[in-house]
């Protein structure tokens, strides 16, 4: 498996590469955005560990550009500890996954790992599930041709949900993924806020598009209920 880390900062991106050659990753270090897109572009890679602020292109600018490209590599962006907004930005430019600096390398490891379980897929700009879309740029969501307003974490929640349509999503995917990996409260809360997913985008309309699995989490129906 060959791995692009793309880190400006010298130390941190020598780390990284020294645990995961460790590992058995063959791994490759750019320290700008402009090369890092270029090698991006031009090599083939497995996943791309991607820093959001880079000399020349920055990390939003690349993601957005391989996405726009049809480049499916799965993308792991580095956002700052308290960058909630440079998090959802990077779901929405396309990255599959987001970590916080400062993290651990045991856990930058096991979301590497869940990324290439997934391999490659589809990040369109406009998800969707039979008529239930989300446009996560414009921030809208609509069944058919009704538009349905639902609060930040709502919009957050379905987001993830619809990003793996037809999949069970665990739990405690959702909770790090919408509340963060810093989230201290009722893991509970997931089950409220898929309870109120349920009435706007389900129950309003007679259908039944968010199904609970058992003892795993939740699943949209790719056709959309």
């Known amino acids: 498996m060959r791995i692009l880390i793309v880190e400006d900062e010298e130390h941190l991106a020598s780390a990284v590469a020294q645990g995961l050659r460790a590992e058995g990753f063959t791994v490759d270090i750019s320290s700008d955005g402009t090369d890092g897109l270029w090698r991006a572009r031009e090599l083939s890679y497995d996943l791309i560990l991607l820093d959001l602020l880079l000399p020349g292109s920055n990390g939003f600018q690349i993601c957005a550009t391989l996405r726009a490209e049809e480049n499916w590599v799965p993308i792991l962006m580095l956002t700052a500890k308290d960058g909630e907004f440079d998090e959802a930005e990077a779901l929405d430019t396309g990255a599959d996954d987001f970590l916080s600096k400062p993290f651990s390398f045991v856990v930058l490891l096991a979301r590497i790992r869940a990324l ?110």
């Open 116 to 225: 290439l379980r997934r391999g490659r897929r589809e990040r369109p700009a406009v998800l969707s599930a039979g008529d239930l879309t989300l446009d996560p740029a414009e921030h809208r969501c609509r069944r058919g041709d009704v538009a349905i307003a639902l609060t930040p974490r709502e919009f957050s929640l379905l987001e993830c949900l619809m990003r793996f349509a037809g999949e069970a999503v665990s739990k405690r995917d959702l909770l790090m993924h919408v509340w963060g990996d810093d989230f201290e409260g009722d893991p509970n809360i997931v089950e409220v806020y898929a309870g109120y997913l349920r009435r706007k985008i389900d129950q309003a309309f007679g259908r039944a598009a968010l199904e609970t699995v058992r003892g795993i989490g939740y699943r949209i129906d790719a056709s959309g209920g």
